[in-house]
């Protein structure tokens, strides 16, 4: 019988293991530098990082929550998208099977809506704490100015999520969260100045938002769309760009 | 042997920085496993609503909008749609990208001082937890039918009277006219910016000296000014709502304020 050492190499030591882990968790500074820029996801991180920029005090972790909680709607959210269809006469219809028949669905669908909700209170906490460390200062302008950007898609990801279980709480949340859009000045038909630009209920800010007059099928399939594909395609170009500026411009701490 | 040598080699540089693997790696990881727990815990332990079918013909009373909107919506009371719903958001939207431009102190950077930088922190808090965060859960908790104000324990009674009292300003002030009573209300809220403008600018001159006002510039201090007057032109109207029953500061044919 093989001794277990034996065994260890013969797994770890042939040309397939080889191609798919470049090394091993050897604890030396060489090694410790490649865990972070030979890892796609760690690699978003530089090398090495201030000391008190590693501290949870420092950074309450609100950043990478943030991300995570958004990773956690993904991947519940792909869940979700195999059973519902974004069509009126359905799309209610399917919410009971999800929450029902699938399995898991019912706590896919709280995981997703939860995450969702908890992504809205982290962002504003992290930007918070960007705002008390003054990190936005320079060289870090530009983040701050896509942090921003971020921090209203997440809104706008949150609330065209919010009609698509088709039900009371979501049309007329949705319907009330809109209704400011018809009273854009000069764009909707019941704000300053829409007679000089000719804006009327079918065709003013909101029925672009809408796809139509009123809050209605065509909503739904445009709010799905925007929701699972075009905010979180947007989003996370924005996000590559973030973390992508927070390595180039040093870590969490002061510039040097 | 080759990571010994690199570190020997580096070893003279003094900088206080760690290994991103493992003191960086290790805080996000247990933390994110944390958070996780939790909210599988919460995801298994409450319910995400789910209401009656939609029904465009039975308007609920009150229809709320998301909760974090639910600041915008309690903005409504005191505002009209194309001000608390478009133009006070999108200045907050354009006024928060505006921050680090606005603000030069170099101290702060990296690090919590409250000290260094009293006013911009007092502001911030001003305009996110006092303003937006509070208006939220007046919104949430504190509106009931007909978007009166109620308790949270107390009953939602769908016919609570409210007797409507509210009047403009200029009719407060004694114009009758309406064209006189448009004129009276332009001159007050121009007459509140250029005021508050002045004010501002005394208090800056003040607090942080002319040096200050000259690294700052006019640009500068013309955006943060504008923005600072019109957050604070929210509990204004608040005030002159709620102590003295007044519904617009200034009609037009076009836009109410």
Redesign the interface.
């Known amino acids: 019988m093989k001794k277990w050492e034996e065994i260890k190499r013969d797994i770890t030591e042939n040309q397939v293991w080889k191609a798919i882990f470049r090394h091993g968790y050897e604890d ?6 490649l ?2 820029t030979a890892n796609v996801w ?1 690699h978003l ?8 920029g ?1 501290r ?1 005090r ?1 950074t309450w ?1 609100m950043g ?2 943030t991300f ?1 909680m958004f990773l ?1 709607t993904v991947v519940t959210g792909i869940y979700l998208m195999f059973y519902y269809r974004p069509v ?1 006469e359905y799309a ?1 219809a399917d ?2 099977y999800l ?1 029902f028949d699938m399995p898991f669905g ?2 896919m ?7 969702a ?2 992504m ?1 209170v982290f962002v ?1 906490l992290h ?2 704490r960007v ?8 060289p ?2 530009f983040n ?2 896509v942090g ?1 950007l971020l ?2 898609l997440t ?1 706008l990801l ?2 065209t999520g ?1 009609l698509l ?9 949705v ?3 809109s ?7 000069l764009l ?1 038909h ?4 829409a007679d000089l630009v000719g804006a009327n209920p079918i065709y003013d800010a909101r029925a672009f938002l809408f796809g139509g007059g ?3 099928p065509h909503t739904l399939l445009r709010f799905y769309i925007l929701h699972c594909i075009f905010i979180p395609m947007v989003a996370s170009l924005l996000m590559a760009i973030h973390f992508w500026r927070i390595r180039r411009d040093s870590f ?4 040097l | 042997m ?3 040598a ?2 020997k080699r ?1 070893s003279p540089v003094v900088d ?10 290790r ?2 990881f247990l ?2 496993i944390f ?2 727990l939790v ?2 815990l ?3 332990l ?11 013909t ?3 009373n009150p ?7 639910l600041g ?2 309690e903005m409504l009371v005191y505002f ?3 001000h ?4 006070l958001p999108s200045l907050i ?1 354009v006024g ?2 505006m ?3 606005i ?1 030069i ?9 409250f000290k260094e ?1 009293k006013y911009e ?1 007092l502001t ?1 808090f001003f305009g ?1 937890h006092v303003l937006w965060v509070s208006m939220i859960i007046i919104g949430t908790f504190f509106r009931g039918p007909g978007w009166n104000l109620f308790w949270p324990w107390q009953h939602w009674d769908p016919h609570k009277v409210v007797a409507l009292t509210n009047v403009d300003l200029p009719y407060v002030l004694g114009f009758r006219d309406y064209f006189w009573s448009s004129v009276c209300g332009g001159v007050v809220v121009f007459g509140y910016f250029v005021v508050s403008l002045a004010a501002f600018y005394l208090w800056i001159l003040r607090v942080k000296g002319k040096d200050f006002l000259e690294r700052w510039g006019m640009v500068r201090f013309l955006i943060t000014a504008l923005l600072f007057v019109t957050m604070l032109s929210l509990p204004a109207k608040m005030f002159l709502r709620l102590a003295f029953n007044v519904k617009y500061v200034w009609v037009t044919p ?2 109410n304020i």
């Open positions: 030396t500074p060489r090694n410790r530098v865990m972070v760690l991180h530089p090398a090495k990082v201030r000391r008190h590693v949870m420092f972790c990478g929550l995570l956690v009126a209610y919410m009971k929450e019912m706590l669908r709280n995981m997703h809506r939860w995450s909700h908890t809205v504003w930007m918070f705002f008390l460390t003054g990190s936005y200062k320079p870090r302008e701050w100015i921003v921090l209203v809104l949150s609330f919010y279980p088709w039900d009371q709480l979501s049309i007329w949340a319907t009330v969260g209704n400011m859009a018809r009273a854009t000045p909707g019941e704000g300053p100045f009123e809050i209605g969490s701490g002061p510039p | 080759a990571g010994i690199q570190e580096k206080d920085k760690v290994h991103t693997w493992p003191h960086l790696v805080v996000e933390v994110g958070v996780m909210l599988i919460w995801s298994l409450v319910d995400a609503p789910l209401e009656e079918p939609a029904n465009p039975r308007t609920p229809s709320k909008a998301p909760w974090y909107f915008l919506q009209d749609p194309w608390a719903g478009v133009v939207i928060l990208m921050i680090p431009f603000d102190n170099p101290k702060g950077n990296g690090y919590y001082t930088r922190i911030f996110f076009w836009f």
